[in-house]
């Protein structure tokens, strides 16, 4: 190896120029990927679109519709819709539509929340045109046949009816819900296994609803690592047969405001334990009522620790090591105009019995005012942490985006969400809490209800 005292003084200098000049190169390329993570909106044939232009050879484009299980009317109706996504349409067949995409390396996607229906794909930045049009054809012109909902849909929709009969902590958060909401964002995740399926779903109906889901009023379309005017172009081109309202004679989408009802329910299963407690929490970001100090309770409650051979700070990862059959941690669903906090403890009953008692305790004590100045900070960092990862994942962040696009026409900006709950003060988390203890809980368990305590035992008022 030569040696670079053997070097001239020249050939040192010039050297060190190019070890510059590549550092320098190093950081320019780095600068986008720590750039904002904003969403650029506008409108397309009338139809409402957001676009960032991440980085990288892949893109990725969603309809997002205001469809999810609130606004389906009747049972198995946003399941239906989700099973249809990229079925035979009137141009292409389902065998022709997944030859093609193998083809392209692409990926498809379909999938439902209480609020949202998001059908999307996953594909090389250049083939763009071809899955927005596929996109478009999707929401407009699928065939909705009747040997493809009996031989295709249903099977698949009574397989999942079955897989959440064995999951408790699905049972217990389906249950929470209707207890908080009633109607709407009661309404189970996925009919449960006695729902009569038959009764409502027929493809003729359901072809009603994907009209009234995809007017243009009710979707948006979110796309990420593509450019705002390319986007807007080929929306613009592939998107005109959508309606612009719901055709008349088609039910619209009905957007009864949220009420939270709260109350108690005990369902008893004899696989495995689980407990929810929960209490009014906060709609999301895009919203009239967000309330940050949400995200920065639940951090602060919390359960689980981020750091390995940690106990961690939150209070309950600290309160439930005495019980280490119990897994615990802390969640808020946050909608269009309602959220809900809640706490879920699953394990062995005797574990669940002990550590739910640790719940009340916990926010009493932050009600109380008994927290650490130092543990709000931590909370804070933990909120804010945890709402910019969601911002990064894409499929979070698209849902949220086009949900508050529907719902309010304000894009969901993680940025101004980390600012808001870095602006969270001590006094707010306080007040929050207490407001949780003065109000209705909501308390569903599944297990064995002889071992599982009642809200009442836990000092809560249901």
Known sequence: MISRASLGRPVQLTLRRQCRLQQSNRRGLAAPASGTFSYETSDAANVKIASRDLPGPMTTVAVVARAG???????????GLENFAFKSTAKRSSLRITREVELLGGQLSAYHSRENLV???????????YFVELLGEVISKTKFARHELQEEVLPVIKLQQKA??????????????????????GTPLHPTSSTPLTKYLNERDLAGFSQAAYAKSNFAVVANGVGHLELSKWVGEFFTDAPTSAPSGVPTIETTPSKYYGGEERIAHDSSNAMIIAFPGSCSFTGSTYKPEIAVLASLLGGQSS?????????????????????????????????????????SAGSVREASKEVVKAIKKVAAGEISKEDIKKAIASAKLKALESGENLAAGMELTGAGLVHSGKAYQID???????????????KAAKALLDGKATVSTVGDLYALPFAEELGLHV
């Open 164 to 185: 959440l009969l064995g999951k408790t902590l699905d049972l217990a958060i389906n249950s929470a819900h209707g207890l908080a909401f009633h109607r709407g964002l």
């Open 119 to 129: 059908v999307g794909a996953k594909f090389l930045r250049d083939d763009l045109p």
């Open 69 to 79: 299980t609130r606004y389906q009317g009747l049972p198995g109706y946003a399941d």
């Open 416 to 430: 101004e969400v980390a600012k808001g709950i870095d602006g969270v003060t001590e006094d707010q988390v306080k």
């Open 307 to 347: 750091i390995k051979w940690s106990p961690g700070f939150s209070l309950l990862s600290r309160a439930t090591e005495a019980h280490p059959g119990a897994h615990i941690a802390t969640s808020y669903a946050a909608y269009s105009d309602a959220g809900l906090l809640y706490v879920s403890v699953t394990g």
